[in-house]
């Protein structure tokens, strides 16, 4: 059974940074990645990475300020998020995908596994 705990989340001004980190247990040889839901809107996929962390995939809405990397054990996936906006107000999620196992490669993927309880992003104006 796959066991995600999620951390790093905070009230942050517009403009700042934010780490968040994804504990995993339980999961396999395929890509892992970060969503969000904000208030009223339905989850989206904003960040995925490949098995062996070279493949990496970013919705529109926050590449070239978000970057996902996982740890060498595989144990841990990371958010780094820069140049935060108050549209980024979310909670945070992250989840895996046994259908997306190319080692190298990965696109937008779908959460598959039970969600855990994610952790909030407040990002002020």
């Known amino acids: 059974q796959v066991h995600l705990e999620e951390s790093g989340g905070g009230l942050v001004q517009a403009g700042g940074s934010l780490r968040l980190s994804c504990l995993v247990s339980g999961a396999g040889p395929y890509a892992m990645g970060w969503f969000r839901q904000a208030p009223g809107k339905k989850r989206e996929n904003v960040a995925a990475?490949?098995?062996?962390?070279?493949?990496?995939y970013y919705s529109e809405s926050v590449k070239g300020r978000f970057t996902i990397s996982k740890d060498s054990a595989k144990t841990t996936v990371y958010l780094q998020m820069n140049s935060l906006k108050p549209e980024d107000t979310a909670v945070y999620y992250c989840?895996?995908?046994?259908?997306?196992?190319?080692?190298?490669?990965?696109?937008?993927?779908?959460?598959?596994?039970?969600w855990g309880k994610g952790t909030l992003v407040t990002v002020s104006s």
């Open positions: 990475i490949s098995w062996s962390g070279k493949g990496t």
């Open positions: 989840n895996g995908d046994p259908t997306r196992a190319l080692p190298d490669t990965t696109g937008e993927i779908l959460g598959l596994h039970t």
